[in-house]
């Protein structure tokens, strides 16, 4: 049962990146707030569920947007297994896991897409790519980072109380 | 007699006394005391005022205090209100201008067949320009359907569900639109940009081309009825060892602002696919 909150969260993820998110432009860069909500979920100690919301939350996307389905999905699927590597890691210091798998995710969602569409034929140009759409997107999901990781610890605390996981 | 003398001389005594005294007071004689005395009954009089104006204050004015309280909420709910109010009308009377905007548009075009829609959503990938509209094929878009402001041309229809589609912009890396210059009278193919820019490619080079020339649509291909206007020549890149000159276009449209959109239904576009060649 508690994966149903899963439902709505990536739902209204999805929406507000959409219609919100995506319409506020930094050069060409955009922040990916599903992919900074799932970094801040997986990181949760008490989350074991990170792969099911990683998979549902790329395939919506992949749903949304205009590029091939796989690439949220994988890019997404990375970003939880990032998660939970730093998370054995860096438990400690979970902010500072946070900025690195928001880091690391961008510039593997960013690669995949750019791969993607070049090989489909679409003429991409890096120095493009990198300087007005990857550099400042990178820096809008770093910002995005320290809300979404609060906000989604107190979602992981209301879904796993601290009385039931002991 | 006596008696009579004694009072006759009673009164006159105390008339001068409180003639003299009054003189005296007049000449300023008393001031001093005077000063004292009224300073003393003035002192007294300020103590009991003060003493009843707050005694006064305490009675009446918690329920003044609570009934203003309840006044001023009152007003700033009210005033919440009317700016809400305000804020609707507002958003209303730009929809209707847009909303004019493209009436004119759609009659000033009656030859083609439209279908109004909101722009409800961007896609959520940075690299991709499409839009999200708010019409889908129970409004009876098609895949390929061209999209059109009152001001230019937007792009086309890329994917369609039940109540939604999404919109390719021409801005979009992967768009190609055929068009032609309207002075020059030569066809040329604009191309987006990751970064949304467009730009003007194949022009051949013994075409003389100039800043402000109007982009229109050439209808060749197949993908968009002729004669939508595009943008405006802004930037001209003319090399000698290139095959083609470019140039860069400033779209009418103002892809940033998008709010409402036509989508022409009666267009049906072209599939040249099966008949190019295979590689």
């Known amino acids: 049962m508690r994966n149903l909150v899963a439902a709505p969260v990536i739902l209204l993820a999805v929406m507000v990146q959409s219609a919100i998110v995506s319409r506020i432009y930094l050069l060409s860069g955009i922040a990916d707030l599903p992919l900074v909500m799932l970094a801040a979920w997986a990181l949760q100690g008490e989350v074991n569920t990170a792969w099911h919301w990683a998979v549902a939350t790329g395939l919506l996307v992949g749903f949304v947007s205009g590029i091939a389905w796989f690439v949220p999905a994988i890019a997404y699927l990375i970003v939880i297994i990032l998660a939970q590597l730093l998370q054995r890691r860096v438990w400690q210091a979970p902010l500072l896991a946070m900025f690195v798998v928001t880091f690391l995710g961008t510039i593997v969602l960013y690669l995949l897409s750019f791969a993607t569409l070049r090989l489909s034929g679409v003429p991409l140009e890096l120095s493009d790519t990198l300087g007005l759409l990857a550099l400042p997107g990178l820096l809008l999901n770093l910002l995005l980072a320290i809300p979404a990781y609060a906000v989604m610890r107190d979602l992981s605390r209301w879904v796993h109380p601290p009385s039931e996981v002991e | ?279």
Do not use: C, H
């Open chain 2, 1 to 279: 007699m006596r008696n009579l003398f004694s009072r006759t001389l009673q009164t006159t005594i105390i008339f001068l006394v409180v003639g003299g005294v009054l003189a005296l007071a007049l000449g300023g004689y008393f001031s001093s005391a005077s000063n004292v005395f009224t300073g003393s009954l003035i002192n007294v009089q300020t103590w009991f005022s003060s003493r009843f104006v707050a005694l006064q204050d305490f009675l009446t004015a918690p329920r003044d205090v609570a009934s203003l309280r309840q006044r001023n909420i009152e007003l700033e709910s009210e005033v919440s209100e009317l700016q809400a109010q305000v804020i609707q009308l507002q958003q209303q009377v730009g929809e209707t201008e847009i909303l004019a905007a493209l009436v004119d548009f759609s009659r000033a075009r009656s030859e083609n067949s439209y279908q109004a829609a909101a722009v409800i959503g961007r896609d959520p990938s940075p690299f991709l320009r499409y839009v999200i509209i708010n019409v889908g094929s129970n409004d009876g878009i098609l895949r390929g359907m061209p999209v059109v402001t009152d001001q230019g041309l937007v792009g086309r229809v890329d994917a369609v569900i039940a109540d939604a589609a999404r919109v390719q912009l021409i801005t979009d890396a992967a768009s190609d639109v055929n068009v032609r210059l309207q002075n020059a009278e030569t066809d040329a193919s604009l191309i987006g940009s990751v970064t949304g820019d467009v730009t003007l490619d194949l022009i051949p080079q013994d075409v003389p081309i100039e800043v402000g020339d109007l982009v229109l649509t050439s209808g060749l291909g197949g993908g968009y009825p002729p004669d939508l206007i595009v943008g405006q020549v802004v930037n001209i890149r003319s090399r000698d060892f290139d095959l083609f000159q470019q140039a860069t276009v400033q779209p009418v449209v103002d892809f940033n602002r998008l709010e409402i959109v036509l989508v022409i239904i009666n267009f049906k576009p072209v599939d040249f696919s099966p008949l190019i060649p295979a590689p």
